[in-house]
C-alpha cells in the first residue's frame, strides 16, 4: 500500500495568471524508485486528465499537450517525492490535482487506470 500526499506552494494554491506554482506529493513507501509516477487534474463538470509522468529513475518525461513547455515533472528517489512546477499558469489550469503512483510499465501511465494509487488532491486556482 502507497500512501501520497500532495501539498501546494502558499497561499493555498491561489495565483494569478502568469504565476508559478510548484506541488509536491510525498509518498509512503520504501519501494518509490520502482514506481512510475503521474500527475493528473480534474475540473469541476470534466473528467481527469493526465498532465505529466516520469519514470522509476526520472529518466524519461512525459507531458500532455496542453501544458507542454510550462509544466515540468521531476522527482528526488531519495525523498520520496515527486513535483509538479507549473509555470506560465493560465485560467484553464485551475483544477484538482492528483498525484498517482503506477506500478505498470510506461504503456500505461498517459490514462487514469494505469496507476493503482493516488493521493487526496490538491486544489490550484488561477485568476485571470
Known amino acids: 500500500q502507497v500512501q501520497l500526499v500532495e501539498s501546494g506552494g502558499p497561499g493555498g494554491g491561489l495565483v494569478q495568471a502568469g504565476d508559478s506554482l510548484r506541488l509536491s506529493c510525498a509518498a509512503s513507501t520504501r519501494t518509490f524508485s520502482s514506481y512510475g509516477m503521474g500527475w493528473f487534474r480534474q475540473a469541476p463538470g470534466k473528467e481527469r486528465e493526465f498532465v505529466a509522468a516520469?519514470?522509476?529513475?526520472?529518466?524519461?518525461?512525459y507531458y500532455a499537450d496542453s501544458v507542454k513547455g510550462r509544466f515540468s515533472i521531476s522527482r528526488d528517489n531519495a525523498k520520496n517525492t515527486v513535483y509538479l512546477q507549473m509555470n506560465s499558469l493560465k485560467p484553464e489550469d485551475t483544477a484538482v490535482y492528483y498525484c498517482?503512483?503506477?506500478?505498470?510499465?510506461?504503456?500505461?501511465?498517459?490514462?487514469?487506470?494505469?496507476?493503482?494509487?493516488w493521493g487526496q488532491g490538491t486544489q490550484v486556482t488561477v485568476s485571470s
Open positions: 516520469i519514470s522509476w529513475s526520472g529518466g524519461s518525461t
Open positions: 498517482a503512483a503506477s506500478g505498470y510499465d510506461s504503456s500505461w501511465w498517459l490514462q487514469a487506470r494505469g496507476y493503482e494509487y
